[in-house]
């Protein structure tokens, strides 16, 4: 009888093993993807060129460092072409993203099991990615990917990890709740500016730690067919986060509140591109983004030179919304406004449970009185308070100015100018490019292309000793950021009105399960200006369980 259960057991483990590698193999076979073919090779033999010190090109491109700290990338061509020249010129920033961002992978996933269940998962959900990708980014991707390094071919191969990479903006909405995705944005015109023409401005807060953000990008690019046009970006990245175009056309996104994404379609940063190269009005680029399958629910807001106004195009998977302003203003969080999209069972949730309603609301409560301006714009943008100027903390998702952004910047389309900031974050200055100056551009010595009279200063917070504190409570906010060791009263004396510090200092004696300890910091960081439903029921019910266990 033992023999014949172990038989039984030998068969039934065999099964089940022969039915995980048939399962990995058809994983990886319906994941894998071919690379689009190239008319010609022969832009590979290009060669990179230091016609002066800090400036490189290869043909016509070129690529140098500002001394505000930003990269400045020009490309022109054929799709497969500028991809190549854009790889070849940012090789070494191309390495460095993918390393800093495989790095905080496996310290959100250190197990090397589940990584490898990761990518099979992700690998099976993307699997028809380049279907939903135009042939153009495709070969410019593909470009690109020839510079990406081999040391990551355990994940897949480099077109193929490239092409997956610009879907992180994407991803990142499973995980709004952990503040990776709270961006802001607002435009301004007519009797709402000061000088009357639009002007828009927004915060980029996708945050996949501060060594990811080190390496920005202004890129101009030239392409064979559609727009010029000048956007944020880093290694390897080729869609838009932030950009205008010579059209006087601007876009960014807002990231809404989504279910769980059900299969691959367009990645939102190559819809966004796509009406950077193609689109020169607001009903142009809306029809754009109505063509095209989207993973996610997103908010895009276009600003049009030509027209003097901005609006806002409500996307989801299945439906699209044209939300124009009431007024001269309008303004975009993280949630819908439109009636389309505004309504939805989702979204009303999410305003009632995040922190993108209070946002909005405080953004309203700075633009109500007076008249916009550029500088105003970059203060408002920087502002850290809560309602009626309320201390909330630093670092609070309520916040419009997180001390999370990966970029900021202001557009005045009418003048073709573009304001990016500097590191950190938002706080640094912000320094000003004129796009047909910037195209016009010889590149035959090294100088600075951005307009120095423009400059907006470096925010004064970072002369205080509360910046100073508050770089040492960031190493503790997100779990990606390694740190060895937990000092709860530090952590609260360098952010003491923050809800989050009083949470982590809390968390710290209930995992040790000192419920004395923990039990005075929850009710304390309960007083305080807590940003989302979920955080609160953590504390709450953590304090609970506290409380029944001290008895």
């Known amino acids: 009888m033992l023999k014949r259960i172990a038989k ?154 490239i092409l997956n990479y610009h879907a992180a903006h994407d991803i990142g909405h499973a995980l709004q709740n952990m503040s990776l995705v709270g961006c802001t944005a607002f435009a301004t015109w007519s009797d709402k500016s000061e000088d009357s023409t639009l002007i828009i401005g927004r915060n980029f807060d996708f945050y996949v730690g501060d060594d990811f953000a080190r390496d920005k990008i202004v890129a101009f690019y030239k392409p064979a067919e559609g727009h010029k046009f000048m956007m944020v970006t880093f290694g390897g990245m080729t869609g838009v986060l932030s950009g205008m175009n010579d ?174 900031s500097t590191a950190p974050w938002q706080l640094g200055k912000f320094v000003c490019y004129d796009l047909e100056q910037a195209f016009a551009y010889e590149a035959t010595i090294n100088e600075e292309i951005h307009l120095g009279e423009y400059t907006i200063p470096a925010d004064s917070f970072l002369l205080t000793p509360e910046y100073n504190d508050y770089v040492k409570f960031s190493k503790y906010r997100f779990p990606f950021n390694p740190h060895t060791d937990t000092h709860p009263d530090s952590i609260i004396k360098w952010n003491p009105n923050s809800y989050h510090a009083y949470m982590l200092a809390a968390d710290y004696y209930f995992d040790r399960k000192n419920w004395a300890g923990a039990i005075p910091l929850y009710e304390k960081g309960l007083t305080k200006e807590v940003a989302t439903e979920q955080e609160r029921y953590h504390m709450e019910r953590n304090l609970d369980q506290c409380k029944k266990n001290i008895k």
Request: aromatic share 8%.
């Open 8 to 161: 039984i057991l030998a068969w039934f483990v065999s099964i089940v093993v022969l039915g995980l590698l048939g399962l990995m193999m058809y994983v990886r076979a319906v994941a894998t993807i071919d690379e689009p073919i190239p008319e010609s090779l022969q832009s590979l033999n290009a060669q990179v060129v230091e016609i002066d010190t800090g400036l490189f090109k290869v043909d016509n491109n070129w690529f140098k460092k500002s001394e505000s700290g930003l990269y400045e990338l020009y490309v022109e061509g054929q799709p497969f072409e500028r991809g190549v020249a854009n790889g070849k010129l940012t090789r070494e920033l191309v390495h460095y993203q993918e390393q800093v961002f495989t790095e905080q992978i496996h310290r959100l996933v250190p197990s090397d099991f589940y990584l490898q269940i990761l990518k099979n998962f992700v690998g099976w959900f993307n699997r028809n990615l380049q279907d939903n990708v135009i042939k153009e980014y495709q070969l410019e991707i593909l470009g690109v990917s020839y510079s990406a390094s081999h040391e990551f071919d355990d994940i897949a191969p480099p077109y193929q990890r």
């Open 247 to 420: 059209q006087g056309l601007t876009v960014t996104i807002n990231a809404a509140k989504s279910d769980i994404p059900s299969g691959a379609a367009t990645p939102v940063t190559l819809v966004t591109r796509e009406i950077l190269q193609y689109a020169s009005t607001i009903r142009e680029a809306y029809d754009i983004v109505a063509k095209r399958k989207v993973f996610v629910a997103e908010s895009f807001l276009i600003g049009s030179g030509k027209e003097g106004k901005a609006s806002i195009i409500e996307k989801t998977p299945e439906r699209v919304d044209l939300v124009e302003a009431h007024g001269n203003a309008i303004l975009s969080t993280n949630h819908f406004l439109g009636p389309k999209l505004g309504m939805t069972r989702l979204n009303q949730i999410h305003i009632k449970t995040g922190a993108s309603a209070y946002r909005y609301q405080r953004l309203s409560e700075l633009l109500i009185d007076g008249q916009n301006s550029v500088a105003r714009t970059a203060a408002i943008l920087r502002d850290q308070r809560g309602l009626q100027d309320k201390d909330i903390g630093l670092g609070n998702e309520k916040a419009i100015n997180q001390l999370v952004a990966h970029h900021a910047v202001i557009f005045q389309p009418a003048r073709k100018l573009m304001w990016v």
